[in-house]
C-alpha cells in the first residue's frame, strides 16, 4: 500500500538549491566531471527522492521498492548527492567522485554504490531496462514504479523509440519516463544538431500518456508525479522543460559546461548565485 503524504515544495525547492552547490563542490574537487546536465535534472530528482519514490536506503536491494534508472548516466553527480543526502554512503565519500579507487565513478556501476540501478555510460539503453524489469514484474505480480530519467540529446538514439514503442504494446503502466529536455547536447542546441521537436506529440503518438511542465517548477513537478502515478494501461511521459547548467548564469545554455569542472574562483562565483537563489 502507497503512503500518501503532502509535498513540502518550500522544503524540496531548499534542498534543490543545496544539491546544487554539493554536485558543483564535487565537480571541482574532482577536476572533471558534467556540470551542466547535473544542475538540470536537479529538481527533478530531488522531488522524486524526496517526494514520490518509494525507497528504503537501510535496505538498498528492498524488493518492493521503486526504482530509478538514470539512463543519461554522465549525470549521476546529482544522482549520487542525492543518495548520500538520505544515507545510502556517508556524504564524505562524495569528495572521491572520480578519484580513484572511489566507488562514484564518472558514470554509475551498479554494484558499486547502493541505490544505484543500473550501469549508465552508454546513452539510450534505460527504457530498455525499465521495460525488461517491468515485464518481469508482471509475471510476479510485483507492483512498483519504475523511473527512467533521459535527456534531449539521448533520445535521438533509434533504441530509444523502439523501447517506447514496447512499453506501449505491452500497456506497462509502471514505466514513467523523465526527459530532461535541457535544450544542449554535448556539441551544441539540440535543435540544430537533430532536431526533436514537438517532442511531447511525438510521446503522445508513441501510445504514452503525456505530460509537458517546467521542470524547475517543485509544484509542477510534485503534480506531474501524482498525474502520472493514477494513469493505467499507458506508459507515461514527463517532458520536463529545463535549463542546461541551472541556477549559475554563466553556466545556464552554454554549451562549453557540458563536461568541465569549475575552477576555483568560478566554484565560489557560482555558490554565491546558488545561495542567494
Avoid at 235 to 244: D, L, N, S
Wanted: charged share 25%; with cysteine; proline share 6%.
Amino acid at each position: 500500500m502507497r503512503q500518501t503524504i503532502k509535498p513540502d515544495v518550500k522544503e524540496l525547492t531548499r534542498m534543490a538549491s543545496q544539491l546544487r552547490q554539493t554536485i558543483l563542490k564535487m565537480i571541482a574537487k574532482a577536476g572533471s566531471g558534467h556540470p551542466g546536465g547535473s544542475l538540470s535534472m536537479t529538481d527533478l530528482i530531488v522531488a522524486l527522492y524526496g517526494y514520490k519514490l518509494r525507497h528504503d536506503p537501510k535496505r538498498p536491494d528492498w524488493p518492493e521498492r521503486d526504482l530509478f534508472f538514470l539512463s543519461k548516466g554522465h549525470g549521476c553527480p546529482a544522482l549520487y548527492a542525492i543518495l548520500a543526502h538520505y544515507g545510502y554512503f556517508p556524504e564524505e565519500e562524495l569528495a572521491t567522485l572520480r578519484r580513484y579507487p572511489t566507488k562514484l565513478q564518472g558514470h554509475p556501476e551498479r554494484w558499486s554504490v547502493p541505490g544505484v540501478e543500473i550501469a549508465a555510460g552508454s546513452l539510450g539503453q534505460g527504457l530498455s531496462m525499465a521495460n525488461g524489469v517491468a515485464l518481469a514484474d508482471r509475471l510476479d505480480n510485483r507492483q512498483r514504479r519504475i523511473f527512467c530519467l533521459m535527456g534531449d540529446g539521448e533520445i535521438q538514439e533509434g533504441q530509444v523509440w523502439e523501447a517506447a514503442m514496447t512499453s506501449s504494446h505491452h500497456r506497462l503502466d509502471a514505466v514513467c519516463a523523465i526527459i530532461d529536455a535541457n535544450q544542449l547536447q554535448q556539441n551544441g542546441p539540440v535543435r540544430e544538431i537533430q532536431n526533436i521537436e514537438p517532442l511531447a506529440d511525438k510521446w503522445r503518438a508513441f501510445g504514452w500518456h503525456t505530460l509537458e511542465i517546467d521542470g524547475h517548477d517543485m509544484a509542477q513537478i510534485v503534480q506531474a508525479y501524482n498525474e502520472a502515478e493514477k494513469i493505467k494501461g499507458k506508459p507515461q511521459a514527463i517532458v520536463a522543460r529545463t535549463i542546461k547548467g541551472k541556477g549559475v548564469s554563466f553556466m545556464e545554455l552554454n554549451p562549453a559546461w557540458h563536461g568541465v569542472a569549475p575552477k576555483p574562483d568560478e566554484l565560489e562565483k557560482a555558490l554565491q548565485e546558488l545561495s542567494r537563489g
